[in-house]
């Protein structure tokens, strides 16, 4: 991807840059932190980071309302950030301790938080795509006019269920926005190596479906995309294609060599396009904010997470009676 | 020369069918193609098409008959100038051909006459019963749900304006409206992973696969996010929906249309897996699982579809999972059924009375959770034990009791347990090996000759 301009700061406020600044900053930090616990041997299993990808979850919630639900697949701690969930239960999931969204029995990839309409967290790529259409389904059942964002990456768009949920979507006029999130490999298959579709959004005329590809660096393009997408679904003309363009700068889990591409490749997304240090140029270069202001957000955030860290090292492994429970629920 | 037009299979597992309408009369002229009457299936209504011409020179079964078995002659055409009356006697009341369509003989012996429960109702003395398909009965049990509640509501391929591609769902896109009763593209992983969706976002979503080989498609929507998601949300929310259908072997369909899944369902944690065999049982326990906050797979049987038995006359007829029912009691052996295995068990039960050997026989009913105290209960009293389903013989339902009884009640065992299952093969198709694929119930006898040394 060649280097672009900033993005310009249209109509946006000082406060929301701010927050989006805070916001994707948040899920940053947190994710070095979790690397590093990983790295102690803290956090087990799979663990999947999202730094790189900040921009596109805070961007689309920004363009959320209250009641709207959202579902992902593994690489899920940004989203859960990104709409709400408790950094200190985040994490304490992670380290698979009681004070975890789920009681330390979900673990990295599946966590939900019913209170934030969050949804999962899904282990199989795919799999939460018809799951995000049925969310859809029951709003519009109830007659609300609250949308599902469905998010999956260019992995999950070459499985099956993706393509009969399109179908079910667009028949049934659901209101679920679905959002791509590009990173350009799954896992380390490169799109270009798993597909001769040009574009991944384009798919969606096949039923219907309208939608568009988005510049996933850039926070401000997300929410405006964000904010049509949502606008197209509240008003009942069905679902909604994001293809969000965006980077992952890290493996595809903690013990990914990344040798499917190159070093320079990852800096140079990191350097020219990194949506946390454009909206940074954007708020100083607009006088908007000053060095000691950011710093002021980082050493909190820095805070916050620590706090998150040592919650989750300090929490208590699940009782052994949590073994068995949760099972089935009392008829 | 005279040719008799006889009653048509029009279903796997059509053994008779009502004459609903002849569209010709006695006396008119019949070309090959023509449609010269409208019959009722165990499915639907269907236009019978003439394959010879001739005139239709006599009707042998008024229209309205019902209970017409195949193979019978229904009329006979005639050629020009030539007396019905003198073909008629000529061709015997006995129909069956060589060549005939043979549907008839595996589906009858695989399915005999239901008997009636002895043991254990499910429902107060005294109570009015009437005679129901277990078709009806799941159909009812549905539609009294979807009063009762309003997030009740079901999806799935031909359920509304077809009326269920095997007639379950007659009836409920009139009452209940196009919202509720969801005819969907064929796309099985598609409903399957969107019914998860709608009952995480409140809803109790009833999806109907066709029959239950095609589920194969959506296992992974009903195993990992249906199943799973309670646990690994820390209890936060769990996933109250039913998957139905019909399961196992039909009749002459074939390898992947005749599997039971049974002991595949009834593996998962987090699955609750119904498997009924009477129309009550289908009733109750089909009630019962779409109340109940947790994924069920509801397997039932095409076979069992059409068979009739007695059902309670109540306001609110529910069957608790978890409970199996004697149907019949007795002392020297126990066999031990579900869905339509109970076919064979109670078939064998039957002749074995005859012997001087008297069978109990259980319905598990409910596999998962599974009514294994009941089974204890009763081996710790005959002391031998044969079980019968007809899936596949690895990993099956029997070998799980057989384990659980070997722990429990070892001590009281004057025999090995014996598991009766569906042969180690692909279904063939071919009729007469279909049926020694299947459970016979010679096998269910000899297994009992075997465990009681007689």
Known sequence: ?331 | MATEILMPALSPTMEEGTLAKWLKREGETVSAGDIIAEIETDKATMEFEAVDEGILGRILIPEGTEGVKVNTPIAVLVEDGESADAAAPASAPEPAKTEAPAPKAPAEAKAPAPAAAKMEPDWPEGTETRKQTVREALRDAMAEEMRRDAGVFIMGEEVAEYQGAYKVTQGLLDEFGAKRVIDTPITEHGIAGLGVGAAFGGLKPIVEFMTFNFAMQAIDQIVNSAAKTLYMSGGQMGCPMVFRGPNGAAARVGAQHSQCYAAWYAHIPGMKVVMPYSASDAKGLLKTAIRDPNPVVFLENEILYGKSFDVPVMEDFTVPFGKARIWREGMDVTLVSFGIGMTYAIEAAEKLATEGISAEVIDLRTLRPMDTDTVLASVRKTNRCVTIEEGFPVGAIGNHLSAVIMEQAFDYLDAPVINCTGKDVPMPYAANLEKLALVTTEEVLAAVHKVTYR
């Open chain 1, 1 to 331: 991807m060649a280097a672009r301009k900033p993005a310009r700061a249209a109509n946006v406020s000082r406060d929301e840059l701010m927050q989006y600044y805070a916001d994707m900053l948040m899920i940053r930090r947190f994710e070095e932190k979790a690397g590093q616990l990983y790295g102690m041997g803290l956090i087990g299993g799979f663990c999947h980071l999202y730094i790189g990808q900040e921009a596109v979850v805070v961007g689309l919630e920004a363009a959320a309302e209250e009641g709207d639900s959202r579902i992902t697949t593994y690489r899920d701690h940004g989203h859960m950030l990104a709409c709400g969930m408790d950094p200190k239960g985040v994490m304490a999931e992670l380290t698979g301790r009681e004070g975890g969204y789920s009681r330390g029995k979900g673990g990295s990839m599946h966590m939900f938080s019913k209170e934030k309409r969050f949804y999962g967290g899904h282990g199989i790529v795919g799999a939460n795509v018809p799951i995000g259409a049925g969310l859809a389904f029951a709003d519009k059942y109830n007659g609300t006019d609250r949308v599902t964002f469905t998010y999956f990456g260019d992995g999950a768009a070459n499985q099956g269920q993706v393509y009969e949920t399109y179908n079910m979507a667009m028949l049934w006029e659901l209101p679920v926005i679905f959002v791509i999130e590009n990173n350009r490999y799954a896992m380390g298959t490169s799109v270009q190596r798993a597909t001769k579709s040009p574009s991944l959004w384009e798919r969606g005329a096949a039923y219907g479906i309208p939608g568009e590809e988005v510049d996933g660096m850039d926070v401000l393009a997300v929410k405006a995309a964000g904010d049509k997408a949502v606008k197209h679904c509240r008003a009942g003309k069905g679902p909604y294609i994001l293809e969000v363009m965006t980077y992952r700068y890290r493996g595809h889990s903690m013990s990914d060599p990344a040798k499917y591409r190159t070093r320079d490749e990852v800096q140079k997304m990191r350097e020219e396009r990194d949506a946390i240090e454009q909206v940074r140029q954007l708020l100083l270069t607009g006088k908007h904010a000053t060095e000691d202001d950011l710093k002021a957000i980082d050493r909190d955030i820095k805070a916050r997470v620590n706090e998150a860290a040592d919650f989750a090292r300090e929490s208590p492994e699940p009782d052994v009676s949590e073994l068995m429970t949760d099972i089935y629920a009392e008829a």
